[in-house]
């Protein structure tokens, strides 16, 4: 048991440094001696967690994956219409660009047109988070919150503007106006869709 909780801590300590290193000089530049020589470790530390470099950018991206799925836990025992209002908050939070380097992350996005491994590693967690915001969407319709015909229909439009979004925001600064009035503006839109049935505040979001 000891062992097994070493090896993990480990292969998070490697990958977080794998991450940094693509961070800082592209994913496509990162060599497994660059990040052994950051760490100040041998190459073959690496490789016994590691076997290749291919092993060690499927820990990157399970490592992308699970940060940003973190960013949507809500609490379950809050009411339907709270963590309706949290869901779309989190969606379009700032806190994924805090997280996660956007460089990083799309060229980790990119190889899914060249390995059906990655492409289903990141369609499970789309799928996952798309079923995620239905359960929502349909909690808050049977307390009759919001007025949706499908809300599996409509969580897969929310996701489709959201992932649009951030897309087209990643060629702005994170203080940019553009990007906080755009961000909010899109927000609106993901509302208009669920159709709340009382008006909401302009405090019902923490931004």
């Known amino acids: 048991m000891g062992r097994k909780s070493l090896k993990k801590v480990?292969?998070?300590?490697?990958?977080?440094?794998f991450y940094n290193v693509a961070k800082q000089e592209g994913l496509e530049n990162t060599s497994i001696a660059k990040v052994a020589k950051v760490?100040?470790?041998?190459?073959?530390?690496?490789?016994?967690?590691?076997?290749?470099?291919?092993a060690l950018l499927f820990g990157l991206?399970?490592?992308?994956?699970e940060n940003y799925k973190s960013l949507y836990t809500i609490n379950n025992e809050e009411s339907s219409d709270v963590r309706l209002i949290k869901t779309v908050d989190n969606l379009f939070s700032r806190d994924w660009?805090?997280?996660?380097?956007?460089?990083?992350?799309?060229?980790?996005?990119?190889l899914i047109f060249r390995n059906d491994n990655i492409k289903s590693a990141f369609k499970d967690l789309?799928?996952?988070l798309r079923?995620?915001?239905?359960?929502?969407?349909?909690?808050?319709?049977?307390?009759?919150?919001?007025?949706?015909?499908?809300?599996?229909?409509?969580?897969?439009l929310i996701f489709v503007l959201v992932e649009g979004a951030y897309y087209y925001l990643s060629l702005f600064d994170t203080d940019d106006k553009a990007y906080l009035e755009n961000t909010e503006?899109?927000?609106q839109a993901a509302l208009n869709m669920l159709n709340f049935k009382h008006k909401l505040s302009s405090t019902s979001f923490n931004n």
């Open 10 to 17: 480990r292969q998070r300590e490697i990958i977080e440094a």
């Open 61 to 65: 991206i399970n490592y992308i994956l």
């Open 131 to 156: 079923e995620f915001l239905a359960e929502v969407i349909e909690d808050a319709k049977k307390d009759g919150i919001i007025e949706v015909k499908d809300p599996k229909e409509t969580a897969e």
């Open 185 to 187: 503006r899109y927000k």
């Open 126 to 128: 789309h799928d996952s």
């Open 39 to 54: 760490m100040g470790i041998n190459t073959s530390l690496i490789l016994h967690y590691f076997k290749t470099k291919e």
């Open 97 to 110: 660009n805090n997280l996660i380097d956007d460089g990083v992350f799309y060229s980790c996005y990119t």
